[in-house]
């Protein structure tokens, strides 16, 4: 039997049942901005960041979490002697920042929240220092203000070993008309992937299953010559600052996806019907190989959890698309494919080159 994502414990069916409910719930809510003066964009529900109305600007809110990568590192400093929480810090602020810009956000400021299970985590220092370093050097990469945190203990919640890593971040929608929640996506439009660095912060929990089950766990090599650990944990880039300098050379994106959780299904996240026809795939990380050989997945359980190497998508006109590869590989290095186009028809993701097809109800967020 396969060891899918949901036999290693997470159940998409069961999140998105809840995020319906809460955002069904959360609707109601709205009114409360017009008391002061401020108007709720109820079309953001079901994005990845709520935005709001002041006067002619635009704000948005987003909260996220890191997951459990940070259990990989903890299983792998023992291997290496090193902390990898500069690394993990850069991840999850890569989470929380890469789902707010994809309404067409700057983001300005992000909060940290670090829970742990017993206040001694602290007492580590290396590993302390490692996460509040590498939590300022994302800010840095992000182009955002760290403006502060909360850092409580939570016995008998969290494991006294373990810290939970999650934050916040405001962001502006400047000017108006960046403003992208899939209203301008149209027929023709070109889904542009930009990479990832690996396996980002999502199908961890059957990444951590996998090294249960090898016999040298996250010490086993791959093809690469890295360890299987020093794979997952690399760290996930962010976006922020190359979407804003695409907005800057006035590329007119229509829509923007962070690929996360629910892997290439994501495509579809807007609420319109069209069809998302991808024809050219990023080349496959040897640690998804490796995942995928050791899982025993097929290519649809893969491709409908993992990034499989495209952390982002940028959906653009055609006539843009080598302006914005170009900002993208000279400026920040990032490799990126002009993979598939927006089409009339159902709300469908197919995958020609993999023969998967990603039917509307797979994708149950809204």
Same mark, same amino acid.
């Given at each position: 039997m396969?060891?899918? =994502?949901?036999?290693?414990?997470? /159940? =998409?069916?069961s999140l998105d049942r809840l995020k319906r409910l809460a955002q069904v719930a959360a609707a109601k809510t709205g009114a409360q901005l017009t008391t002061a003066g401020m108007e709720e964009v109820g079309t953001s529900r079901g994005e990845s960041a709520y935005v709001w109305k002041t006067g002619a600007t635009y704000s948005s809110l987003v909260i996220e979490g890191l997951g459990t990568k940070n259990l990989v590192a903890d299983q792998v400093r023992p291997l290496t002697g090193k902390t990898y929480y500069d690394q993990i810090a850069q991840d999850t602020v890569a989470m929380?920042?890469?789902?707010?810009?994809?309404?067409?956000?700057?983001?300005?400021?992000?909060?940290? =929240?670090?829970?742990?299970?017993s206040s001694q985590w602290f007492d580590d220092a290396e590993r302390t220092d490692d996460l509040v370093n590498g939590w300022e050097y994302a800010c840095e990469l992000a182009g955002i203000t760290w403006g502060g945190g909360e850092t409580p203990t939570l016995k008998q919640v969290i494991e006294p070993t373990a810290i939970d890593l999650a934050g916040s971040c405001v962001g502006i929608i400047d000017p108006a008309d960046r403003l992208t929640l899939g209203d301008k996506l149209q027929t023709g439009d070109v889904i542009l992937l930009i990479e990832s660095s690996g396996i980002h912060a999502n199908g961890i929990t059957l990444a951590r299953a996998i090294a249960d089950t090898v016999p040298q766990g996250y010490g086993t090599k791959l093809d690469t010559g890295q360890t299987y650990g020093e794979s997952l944990l690399r760290p996930t880039h962010i976006y922020a600052r190359l979407v804003q300098e695409l907005f800057e050379a006035e590329i007119d994106i229509h829509y923007m996806v962070n690929i996360t959780g629910h892997g290439w299904r994501k495509l579809m996240r807007a609420p319109q019907a069209f069809t998302y026809r991808l024809i050219e795939l990023p080349p496959v990380d040897p640690l998804f190989d490796f995942i995928q050989t /050791?899982?025993?997945n097929d290519d649809a359980e893969m491709y409908g959890n993992f990034n499989m190497g495209a952390g982002f998508a940028i959906y653009l006109p055609a006539g843009q698309v080598e302006q914005a590869r170009r900002i993208a590989e000279m400026n920040y290095h990032l490799r990126s494919w002009p993979a598939g186009t927006v089409e009339t028809g159902p709300k469908q993701v197919i995958i020609e080159p993999k023969a998967v097809t990603f039917?509307?109800?797979?994708?149950a967020v809204r």
């Open positions: 396969p060891l899918t =994502y949901a036999s290693s414990g997470v /159940q =998409y069916h929380i920042v890469n789902d707010l810009i994809v309404v067409g956000a700057k983001p300005l400021v992000i909060n940290a =929240y670090f829970a742990v299970g /050791q899982s025993g039917g509307g109800e797979t994708l």
